[in-house]
């Protein structure tokens, strides 16, 4: 099946620092990638959605230039957390889909925890 | 706006038990629905689906059948297995496009 990568698995940065986190679709190319937060307890949030080679497109509430988006490939895309805070802290999840899939086709990663101290 | 509201966890089961996780669910169209299962240091993934009223997805013993009437997309299976132990997840897409809207997940444990 589609496999989605994510590095790292964990992090943990000063406050201030900016991390960077990879996600990899590994034997399919995604158009589309989408970024989620998920605080506990608490359902996946949807922060933006990203397809190849154009900006992407952030959800009402994420500040853009604190959650740097980056899908330069087919099979790649990074989100930066920029001059991290401790209210970052959180465990953040991509997910992939390919060329004209619908909402189900997504295909997850297994998630990054962020901790900034 | 949308919105999935899920069965709060955890749950504890034992083996061979009945399990039911109840989903319930507002949309403005007509969503299709969706279970996610989430097993330890994995990824989602898709466990079953339905995209229309009383439609029954089915998936590894696994069955949910969407209610219109109810808005509601409860997970059942007869008889859980300690490979079970997960966590899930009832979704739902609205009006076709590609985003999902997730309930809060559930936590199942299942003691041999």
């Known amino acids: 099946g589609a496999v989605v990568s994510q590095h790292p698995s964990w992090v943990i940065c000063k406050s201030g620092t900016s991390v960077k986190i990879e996600c990899r679709s590994l034997d399919f190319q995604a158009t589309t990638m989408f970024w989620y937060r998920q605080f506990p307890k608490q359902s996946l949030m949807l922060m933006a959605t990203?397809?190849?080679?154009?900006?992407?497109?952030?959800e009402q509430g994420v500040e853009k230039d604190k959650f740097l988006i980056n899908h330069a490939s087919l099979t790649l895309s990074t989100l930066t957390v920029t001059s991290a805070h401790p209210e970052d802290s959180s465990f953040y999840i991509c997910?992939?889909?390919?060329?004209?899939?619908?909402?189900?086709?997504?295909?997850f990663g297994p998630g990054t925890r962020l901790t900034v101290t | 706006g949308d919105s999935v509201t899920q069965m709060e966890g955890p749950v504890t089961l034992s083996e061979e038990a009945f399990l039911t996780i109840n989903c319930t669910y507002t949309?403005?169209?007509?969503?299709?629905l969706f279970w996610y299962v989430q097993y330890p240091g994995e990824g989602l993934q898709l466990l079953l689906k339905?995209?229309?009223?009383?439609d029954k997805g089915s998936n590894k013993g696994f069955e949910a059948t969407y209610r219109k009437e109810t808005t509601s997309f409860h997970l059942e299976k007869g008889s859980v297995q300690v490979s079970d132990s997960a966590v899930y997840f009832c979704?739902?897409?609205?009006?076709?496009?590609?985003?999902?809207?997730f309930g809060t997940g559930t936590r199942l444990t299942i003691i041999p």
């Open positions: 949309a403005t169209g007509y969503p299709s």
């Open positions: 339905a995209t229309k009223a009383d």
């Open positions: 990203s397809n190849e080679g154009s900006k992407a497109t952030y």
């Open positions: 997910s992939a889909s390919p060329p004209r899939g619908l909402a189900h086709e997504q295909y």
């Open positions: 979704a739902l897409s609205d009006g076709g496009n590609e985003k999902l809207t």
